[in-house]
């Protein structure tokens, strides 16, 4: 059977939140049945709230960012320098901007794209589930 989900666990360097960890476990997922998404978590210990937290985001948003600032809202991206990207999570609590490995990222939208090619996201949703999928919140 083939796989739906893809995680890959990244070290995110956080630059501007507390408590104060010099890297953080983080971990990116995609699930085909939730093809226009990207969820990034983050362990209770690195987080404001001391609880685990996870942010939903566009795949397009996280594409798009490697290459140049992007986002408005809540998750910003944008690269820095060689090979790190910023991610920016504004929460009412706080601000989180977090520094990746911009390689770790490319592999894992590689990934995504094998599983679920740019384009053609449209062919995943099952509409049945539609309304079950818009009240699940979970990571």
């Given at each position: ?21 010099p890297s953080i ?7 085909r049945r939730d ?81 679920v090619p740019v ?21």
């Amino acid at each position: 059977m083939l796989s739906t989900v893809i995680e890959q666990p990244v070290e995110a360097r956080l630059v501007a939140a507390a408590p104060r960890m010099p890297s953080i476990p983080a971990t990116l997922r995609y699930d085909r049945r939730d093809p226009f998404a990207v969820r990034m978590a983050f362990p209770a210990p690195a987080t404001l709230e001391g609880v685990d937290v996870c942010w939903t985001f566009s795949r397009e948003l996280l594409t798009a960012g490697l290459q140049g600032p992007e986002g408005q809202g809540d998750v910003r991206v944008r690269p820095y320098g060689y090979d790190r990207t910023v991610l920016e999570f504004h929460a009412p609590e706080g601000t989180a901007v977090v520094h990746v490995r911009s390689g770790e990222i490319r592999r894992f939208l590689e990934a995504a794209n094998e599983l679920v090619p740019v384009g053609l996201e449209h062919l995943q949703l099952d509409l049945d589930d539609g309304l079950a999928e818009l009240m699940r919140d979970a990571c």
